[in-house]
Structures are given as C-alpha cells and as structure tokens.
C-alpha cells in the first residue's frame, strides 16, 4: 500500500503502448468502495473476489497493478507465475504523506498498521517477484527504466 503501484504502472503502461489496469479499480467499478465493502462484506470476501478479478486481467495483454494484499492468495501467486513481477520496495519513510488519503480499511492505526502488514507480506512479494526497485529513492523516470531494463532481459516477454 502507498509504494506507488498505480502511478507506476500508467506511467510504465504508457511507455510499452500497453493498457494499464488496477484491480482495486476494477473492484470498485464493480462492487464499489472497498472500504465499505470491507465493512460490510468482510476481508474473506473481498479477498474471493479480488482472486477473481486478478485471474482474470492476468489473461490480458497490459500492465497490471494488485492489491498489496493479493499476495497472500495460493491462488494468485501460482498465477503470477505467466507473468513478469515487479516487487515496487521501499524503506517506508515516504509512506505516511502517501497514505493520507484515507479509505484504506486495513490501517485503522495508519502508519504501525502499514509497518505491520508490510513487513508480514514483504517476503511473499519477494516470492513472486521477477524483479524489485526500490522505489524509495529513485525519481519516477528511473524507476520505468529498471522496470524496462528487467523486461528486456526477460525471455518470456
């Protein structure tokens, strides 16, 4: 949450000449706010539908940007395993300015809550990842070069 998946992903989207989708986007045009959803649907829930949603953009031909915590689904890592993976790191010192957004239902207790849920992914994140920038220091435009690099040397892609 807050590394900068969506304004990423555009603006790496852009340069391929590829969509670009968002699953979080994806779900609330479907299902609306996920916060609201969260509230009355529930974490188990969400996480059934978001399954769905990233199975199915991961069939497309684009840039695709997950929720942070689609990683935690068997499921969606076995599926990413057709796709080229890049891990957005970073050191969290940027993250509170990014986060204060709100509508965000897992960070009751903001910046602890994202420390926490962090550092409990991180090493599912590394799992899939084909790659991992370190977006904590790098300006946008370097961040699309390492990416592009990494898809160069890639032979799937």
Do not use: C
Request: charged fraction near 25%; aromatic fraction near 8%.
């Amino acid at each position: 949450m807050g590394v900068g998946k969506t304004t990423i992903g555009k603006k790496l989207a852009k340069s391929l000449g590829l969509p670009f989708i968002d699953t979080d986007q994806v779900f609330v045009a479907d299902h609306g706010p996920i916060s609201d959803f969260f509230e009355q649907q529930g974490e188990a829930k969400f996480r059934e539908l978001e399954e769905s949603i990233v199975t199915e953009v991961l069939t497309k031909d684009a840039v695709v940007a997950t929720g942070g915590g689609s990683v935690l689904s068997d499921h969606i890592r076995a599926e990413l395993s057709i796709a080229f993976v890049v891990y957005l790191a970073t050191d969290g010192r940027h993250i509170s300015s990014r986060l204060s957004g709100g509508g965000r239902p897992l960070l009751q207790n903001g910046l602890a809550d994202w420390r926490r849920i962090y550092e409990s992914r991180k090493s599912l994140y590394e799992e899939v990842a084909d790659l991992q920038v370190d977006t904590s220091n790098l300006p946008l435009a370097g961040i699309i070069e390492k990416i592009r690099e990494g898809l160069a040397k890639d032979e799937r892609f």
